[in-house]
């Protein structure tokens, strides 16, 4: 029996110089494109603050479609506010995105004044408020801020929005804005697949299993896991370079994986034995499986489930649709369904709060890691070519580290 993915996807953010009179905007948001390209930054005596952003009018390839866009945004009035974002990462949807083949697509607009319609790039962040308009009850100046929502457009130094659509960090200290600007997807992914989808004693001898175990959501889940006294088997993609390998399985160990396997020996004769002695003899049950590959390593995965067992699917980084034997479904009744983190924030706003401070809570205490990144700088100087190939190489596979844009002062 096949089961394709989509039929299973359920739903579930230089200087100082001057803005000079002669550019100062039409519009609330104008734009500016060579002179504010130009100049070093500014935000003027009248309060005008320059705007970079990453933009795109027609899907495509990122590095085909996206462009540098300057505008200048005009003093805030009534419930807006201005942030300064100070770091945005580049997750696999977003690149998606821009390709047109993710479910969710920002409106493509002339508001930033841009002369196609366009939508800014990024999903996801951690900005802080650098101006409140009169009627702002919710926000100061100095707040660190997240998006409520997605398709906000997170890929640029400075955004005007609407205080309803921003989530107050409450308690910023001892946190760093790549830990706060990183929590609301992965994180949020991990601990709403994993707490909800089963039935936990959280008595220490209940498991649960996932492929891309090395990614964002893996790494996650892995912590929470421990946490919560969940044991796991966690399955990394082998490399070619064995070293590399036992690097990787120990860096998963030390994070507080119980057992890290590649998709070879998952796929290998004995690994049903071995799972057996480390379920103690099948006592233990391994109550969830989270897959985010597709394909084979997704068929694989589900047969270790015990019986009753949830398998939770999130991502397709293989592009393959996942392939279920029907005998899960009819002797062992597995539950198969999906999770979508953009609409189970729309759903639950309140718990989306929680999750996020609850995360915040364990990072704080240093019992959750930060993941491993590659930093890509943007001053006010960085050009169109550095912050395209940041996002270009995103869907590459075998990276050091997710990119996250971490804004220099703008
Ligand atoms: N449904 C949701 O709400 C939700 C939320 C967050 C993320 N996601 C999805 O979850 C997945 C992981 O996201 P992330 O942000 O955690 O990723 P990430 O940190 O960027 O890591 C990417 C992961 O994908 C693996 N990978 C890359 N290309 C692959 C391929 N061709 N076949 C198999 N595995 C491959 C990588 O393994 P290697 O190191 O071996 O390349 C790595 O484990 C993505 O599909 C993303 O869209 C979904």
Request: hydrophobic share 35%; aromatic share 8%; charged share 20%.
């Amino acid at each position: 029996m096949t089961v394709p993915v989509c039929a299973r996807a359920t739903a579930r953010a230089a200087s100082r110089s001057v803005v000079c009179q002669a550019i100062r905007p039409a519009t609330r948001t104008a734009s500016l494109s060579n002179k504010v390209l130009n100049q070093s930054r500014a935000i003027s005596s009248y309060g005008y603050t320059q705007s970079k952003a990453l933009v795109y009018s027609k899907y495509g390839e990122p590095q085909d479609v996206l462009s540098l866009h300057g505008h200048s945004i005009s003093p805030v009035a009534g419930t807006s506010v201005v942030v300064r974002m100070l770091v945005a990462p580049i997750n696999p949807a977003d690149v998606n995105q821009i390709q047109g083949v993710y479910p969710s697509k920002p409106e493509l607009t002339t508001s930033l004044g841009t002369s196609e319609p366009s939508a800014v790039g990024g999903n996801e962040g951690v900005g802080e408020v650098i101006s409140i308009g009169s009627g702002v009850k919710s926000l100061s100046k100095g707040d660190w801020v997240i998006m409520k929502h997605t398709s906000q457009g997170t890929w640029r130094t400075h955004l005007e929005i609407d205080e309803s659509k921003l989530l107050k960090i409450d308690n910023k200290d001892g946190l760093t804005p790549l830990q706060v600007g990183t929590v609301s997807v992965n994180p949020c992914t991990a601990y709403r697949m994993l707490l909800d989808s089963a039935k936990w004693d959280f008595r220490g001898g209940e498991w649960f299993i996932q492929n891309g175990a090395n990614s964002g959501v893996g790494r996650a889940a892995i912590q929470l896991g421990k946490e919560w006294g969940f044991k796991s088997i966690n399955v990394i993609r082998g490399r070619e370079d064995k070293e590399a390998e036992q690097e990787l399985k120990q860096e998963l160990l030390d994070l507080g994986a119980t057992q890290v396997v590649t998709e070879e020996e998952l796929q290998g004769r004995g690994m049903k034995d071995q799972i057996k002695e480390w379920t103690n003899g099948g006592r233990e049950q391994v109550k969830v499986g989270l897959n985010c590959v597709g394909g084979k390593p997704a068929t694989a995965l589900a047969k270790f489930l015990s019986p009753g067992a949830s398998m939770v699917t999130y991502g397709a980084m293989s592009k393959q649709p996942v392939m279920l034997p029907a005998s899960l479904l009819i002797f062992k009744e597995i539950s198969f369904s999906g999770f979508w983190v953009s609409k189970w924030s729309d759903r639950y706003p309140d718990q989306k709060k929680q999750t996020v401070e609850d995360v915040l809570r364990l990072t704080r205490e240093g019992k959750f890691k930060d993941i491993p990144v590659q930093e890509c700088k943007w001053g006010w100087k960085t050009g169109l070519e550095t912050l395209q190939a940041a996002v270009q190489g995103t869907l590459g596979g075998f990276r050091a580290g997710k990119g996250v844009f971490v804004f220099e002062e703008t």
